[in-house]
């Protein structure tokens, strides 16, 4: 209908040219340097406001005056303009910024930096990929970043690094940019990546420096949908439902007869003393808790965006809606999101406006990233397929799920009276997970606000100034209810008072703004000097504060309401003494950090042929004492295009051919502290219920800038008609006065203290490639293949005072290195457990002094990721890989399932039958009569978390709105999609991903699975 | 024009508000330097460092180490480690109790710091004598921690063994090595005498003069010098009368002081006691009384009534015909509602007796160490006892060490006493055959290097001074 419109208006637009001019119907393609045709693509007759988009196969059809030039341009990529020349068809190729030039294309500074190492996302990579955090969206897609991912909760962050971990204790993690605002880079779960038009990743210094401090782990720049000028309004719908599988666990523990007769064997638990009949009688029943704990969650998304431009205003709103559930009960997220970004220009003078307002709400289980869990509470979900007892049975005798346990679990007094103890009490375990996820509540409601306001104004020809408005507020208020009826409601706030239950409340505010100003001079000298200069100022604070209270004593009528919470003054006779069991709890916090920075950059370019930048600046951070307030950081690098020298114009195979150098200064101030400058007292609750005061902190007022020093020289190519392209890039970052939460002598009454000491270095390789192997136009059949790989060597060049080690930093070593005796297996003759010492001789002590690095690290030596998109006629199939390699943890969760001493309550692992019995045995498990040896494992249980996973896969189906009589709209897509579908690893448990050196029952990620459909009109 | 001059003026305040930025002082928390500057503000820092004294570390270690326990019916692996006695430098309870007596000594000398720097000409006369309270109490607190950590850390008690570092400053990044036991012990007596002669009377949950002597005299008994042990016992025995056993089991429930010296006050803000034992929010028992301790238990005893919780399966356990499958400890009855809430009677008048018993038994004055035993168990009856009649030394030391186990059970004796007597008895920690087995030893050997702990490996680790204990050390 819209189409049929536009079309109209065309015609009638077109009618009065008829007579006068030399008429021409042009015909072609747009496509990009991968092959792929544009759909969408602006093509426009210069000067005019006339002007159609090219449809699904980057066709397009425009009647013009043979004379005239047409302005192709598609989002990202540069416009290019064609003089017509009579001719009647006219295909061209749109080159992606990426391998054009890179415009650091945050508004802010809105600075061309070609000599920079960047690597871009797309749209297309990042739109309807049903993972609610955009960060872990970023897994596989370019070289040198990974993201770790510690739970499968729906919104979950994941840890980012970017070129290998460059600091101690120092945040590690990029900073983030969003339309020009810095934002949190730990929280993204509000935020929608559909609204992403690119997300542009900064890994050198020359990048880096004009971010500054903070800039050290590299910069996210994430630009938002903007519309484009002179464009019809378009209308896209997109819908998804999906489903969330449980991954494939690569554990096996006991069946129920396997677990008796174990517990037979070392005397222990319920199959302590049991006959053979006896057993068998037990074992007929045989849970498996990973079909009661894991359930398939469903997404469900529905998206509207409407875009429009006009010659001098354009705008992207959006509106949306995504729900997902995690596999387990009680874990979800839903989240409605807004964005509006508008646009207007004049001739010297131009506004944007950038908005999102988001509101998520958050369901929690008991998992391990949640809060101050260590995934050991026995009410986590992931903890009962591990250690839940084969011989409980997980339902009533009516059929119905058993939420509270019964007289064998130990919830139930044999006259079938409820025992509170035995209920919370380990034997009860999947009962009581159960229980917690049935009655009670942890939910979390998220506001996330994030603004900016972006103006630039021509104060003469050549002069620009320059002033950006940013803000990112984000509200937390989250609700703990343990209601009076759970299994730990009874025990809240005690076992004897009469009312139960608990109920917390917590508000938590960070408001982040920013301002910039600038002032930019631009100019050509003589048509081949090309010159820039700008001076910033930059302003940036963080405002943090949260409240909240624990009530306790549930009103059972109210048990959902925060009135339901009992006065504190409430008196009761308890043991014959008065009490007050329902004496609130209340807490707080509040801090501020700020930054100040000033700095200029200059950029020369040459011919196209030759282009230099340079930028210094200087940071001024709260975090550190006046005198080394400020910090001083350059960046100089070059790009020599070579493809565009006299030389090489005869080489037609080679598109492009560029070799960058880069070579700077970043700072890093965040200690996660932010006073770590001063020794501090805190308020406590001191002796004998009087308030005191305490020493909290010792501080160091020495305390600077951390500096990193990268060093980058890279190659970016395209070759044969642009069907390779990439790049390759070398670089070496080194930290200087790195942070580090030094340790002390406990003599001083605390462990550490934060210090610049120490020296470390990343050094490694990415390399980023596209390959179009199919480029069929006749056919309609393209292939495209592309991958990107970074190898990562990190080294601790030296850490204080010659020290060769501090903890588990050892000189010489990488970050995340284990140090741990090592494990030698069990000796044949008594089934004890074997070690080496430091020396590497056997022996049964286990003493911590052995420890030794392992060479084996949380960090990969090798990640990335690779894939192919495959495009048929109206057919798409893509896939990513994502790998990771050379990477260890330790498997805390299998220690628990080989540990005797727990083995009365706990299930064991299948490998635990493998166990040393009688002298001549050859195995790596010790005698279980021995008791357990978790806590002297040394290297027993790390393991090699190394992975290949296939990520994303997407078969899609595009209807042209052509093909049908009434066009009902411009086009349609419907497509399957999988996530995580396979995944190859060692690891023995869930899943080999996580953010942790150590796994202890996470909350694995999803298999998720979903149909989609997007709808133009 | 107009929009010029607003980014102008922008521009300019930009650079004004620079300081606002970059400035920024904490809230929640104050710098250290120079935020004590007033008695009160000192009195304050003072209730934080008895705060951080946090007796039941040892008080858990011994109990759990020797063979006052075993593994109760809802143990989930807590203890392990302590129980079946595989501790190492890297041992999570290592850490805890020499990081946290050594929070206690920084705090004390904190204070100490404080009190020096304060301008006391500006003082009313009513500062000035608070003042010197606080210096008192937080001089006791100092050697009150650094004997604590002799007890476990130090190999012996001779002047020549290896004790632990001597802190009488506020250390940051000083590396400080062991001082000799005799060297800590002669800051430890110059810190107390110097409190004793500022202190005066106070509640008994604050360290008093009193306090003072009793510690004193364990000092003594510990190092030897039975004479003076003797001589300081006699003084507090004249003035502390033993409790009867109303006062006694009233004492458990903090509802009687009448043999209490000190006690660490425990509040609903602190660790409760029963915590050794249960856990404090569901009742679940993870240790239990041992059969050792069981066995030694006289129905008739007081002590049995106070140590076992004797009718939870609804009955009297008879020992003989009625031999029980739990046994449940009670010492920490908790008060006031709050389960397992108690304070801790840390120095109460009945240890002064068994000091002065085995001082005298040591001095070989057995018949009189049988005397002072025997008054003990007369008013742990509530009758008039036989006297036991010691015929050796050894036979003595062994009938006051189990008079100890009974009296003194799960107030963190145990281990230092067997440790102590090792030379005499030649037992190290054996246990009862139904408490032990398995990963669970029934023997440690008295020669057994495990009988001092080690120093926190994070020590080792950080601190080049430092020397570890032998037996840990294997490198």
Redesign the interface.
Known sequence: MKSILKNACLLFLLVPWLGMAQELTVTGTVSDTEGFPLFGATVQIKDTNLGVQTDLDGTYTINVDGSQTLVFSYVSTAPLEVAINGRSQIDVVLESEALETVVISAPIYGLENPTAAVSTVKAKEVEQVPIASLDQVLQGRVAGLNVATGSGQPGQQGTITIRGVNSFNGDSEPLFVIDGVFVDQDNFRSLNANDIEDIQVLKDASASALYGSRAAGGVIVVTTKRGKFNSPLTLTYRSQYGVSLKPDPNFDVLSSRELLEYQRL??TGAGNGLTDQEIADLAQINTDWSDIFFRNGTTISHEIAVSRGSENSRSFNSLGYFEQEGITLGSSLQRFTFRTNNEVRSDR?QLSSQFTANFSKSNFVVDRARGGNTGGQLDNPFIVPYIGLPFQDAFNADGSLNTFGTVASGALNADGSIN???????LNTPYLALNTATFNTDNEEELRLIGSLDAS?E?AKNLK?G?LLGADYRQQNGTIITTPGSIRGL??P???SDLKGSRQESDFRDLRLN?N?SLKYKNTFGDVHDVTASLF?????RHVRSFGFVGFGLNPLFEQSINGITSGQVV????G???R?YIPILFG????????SYFGVLSYRYDKRYELQASLRRD???FFP?EN?FGTFYAVSGRWNIANEAFMAKQEWVNELALRVSYGTVGNQELFI??GQ?????P????????????????NDNLKWEETTQANLGIDFSFFENRFSGNLDFYSNTTRDALLFR?????????T?PDNVGKLRNKGVDFEFNYALVRNEAKQLFVNLYGNVNYNDNEILSLFDGEE???NLGVGQSIGEFRLVRYAGVNPANGEPLYL??NGQI?N??????AVFLGKGTQPLYSGGFGADVQYKGFGLSCLWSFAAEQYRTNGSLAVTE?P??AG?ANQSTTVLNAWSQPGDITDVPDP????FR??AGDRYLENSSFLRLRNIVLSYTLRGEQFKKKPFAAARIYMQGQNVLTFSRWRGFDPETNTGSSFFDFPTARTFTLGLDLTF | MKKLFIYIASVALLFAGCRDATDILPVDSVAAEGALTTPEDIDLALSGAYAAYNPQLIIQFSSRFTDDLRFGVDNGGQGTVEHNQTINAGSGVVNNIYSSYYAVINRANRVLEAIETIDSSSLTEAQVDRLRQIEGQALALRALAHFDLLTVFAPGFADGDLGVPYIDFVVILELPGRDSVGDVFAGILSDLDAAEAILEDSANIFLNKDFITALKARIALYRGNNAQAISLADQLIATYPLADRAQYVAMYADADNTEVIFKASRTVADGRAGGLFYFTGTGGAFFEMSFGLFDSLDPLDIRYDVLLDDDEDGGTIDPVSNPPETLFIKKYPGRDGQFGLNDLKLYRVAEQYLIKAEAQARLGQLAEAAITIDALRDARFGSDQPAPNYSTVLEAITDILSERRKELAYEGHRFIDLRRTRDITGLGIVRNDADCGGPTPCELLPTDFKFTLPIPQAEIDVNPNIEQNPGYDTN
Do not use: C, H, M, W
């Open positions: 070392i005397g003078f509170a103890s035995g209920a919370n009490g380990f104004y104060l100034l002033a025990i809240t005690t076992a004897d301002f100003a100022t930059e302003y940036n604070k009761e006779l308890q043991g003494a008065e009490t069991p916090s509040q801090n501020d950090r700020g930054l100040f001024g951070s709260s006046d307030e932010p006073f001063f020794s501090l007292f805190s406590a609750i001191g002796y004998n219920a009087t308030p005191g005061v305490v020493p909290s902190a010792i501080g340790p002390v002598s406990l003599t001083s009454g605390f462990n203290f080690r501090v903890g010492d430091a022996t002590q286990f003493n911590p002094d052995d540990d001493s727990l309550f009569n021995l008791g357990g806590f002297q």
